[in-house]
């Protein structure tokens, strides 16, 4: 086995499905911390190993995976003593793959970001009304992924469990999860927030970004 470093920050969503994903496999790594704010990502040692100068980034044995969704099915498919966490199924891989898409495209960039990086690089203090009402009409949708499913594909837990709690958790302070409106994502929470390591891999990273962004934010207008 190759040795395994993860760069990233505890505070972010898809560092921390990564780790996730990590602990599930039971690999050990060395862990990098990239501090964002003090602009160690855009440094030359980091930009040639990820020229998108984002965080996560894998290196195993020297080679070089970014993109959370891209690091998770990499390790699976490496690692996995099975290949529970991302089947190779025709049919549920793509499953998987809609749910990391929808990761990506909608709650990461459509919700997170959209938040985050007016407030962390622009120094905003209010967030509009409409940034939380997108986050309620994308809880809307994982309730619907659900369906009477106890995971976000179906039976199992598969790397979207990893990709969504990632991120659903760090935006609980700005949009909590009702349980009466949405008792199937609430139950999920409750499910993931049993995993091992889950504290370790998400919960302390997720509360410091709720903390982050509290502190920051004054207004929702
Ligand atoms: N889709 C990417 C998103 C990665 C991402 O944008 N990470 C943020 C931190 S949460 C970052 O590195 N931002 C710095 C930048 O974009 O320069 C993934 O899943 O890895």
Redesign the pocket.
């Known amino acids: 086995m190759g040795k395994l470093v993860l760069y ?2 505890e ?5 921390r ?2 780790k996730l994903t990590l602990h599930a496999l039971g690999l050990q790594y060395d862990y990098k911390l ?1 501090n ?1 704010l003090a602009g160690e ?2 440094s030359k040692e980091y930009t040639l190993k990820n020229p ?5 980034l894998l290196e195993d044995d020297g080679i070089c995976i ?6 998770m099915a990499y390790l699976v498919r490496k690692y996995g003593k099975t290949d529970e966490l991302y089947p190779k199924d025709y049919y549920k891989r793509a499953v998987v793959d809609q749910r990391l898409h929808f ?2 495209g909608v709650i ?2 459509g919700c ?2 959209e938040i ?2 007016p407030v962390f690089h622009h120094n905003q203090t209010e967030v509009s009304k409409s940034k939380i009402d997108g986050i309620y009409s994308m809880y809307d949708f994982l309730e619907a992924f659900l369906g009477t499913q106890e995971y976000m594909t179906g039976a199992t837990l598969t790397i979207a469990d990893f ?1 969504y709690v990632s991120s659903v958790s760090g935006l609980l302070g700005l949009a909590p999860v009702q349980e009466q409106r949405y008792p199937r994502l609430s139950a999920w929470l409750e499910r993931m927030e049993q995993l091992p390591n889950y504290r370790s891999s998400n919960g302390n990273g997720a509360q410091m970004l709720i903390d982050m962004l509290a502190a920051k934010i004054t207004k929702v207008n």
Do not use: E, N, Y
């Open positions: 990233g920050l505070a972010s969503p898809p560092v499905a990564c990239v964002l990502h855009k998108q100068h984002t965080v996560p970014w993109d959370s969704h891209a690091i990761d990506s990461f960039q997170i970001r985050a990086l990709s």
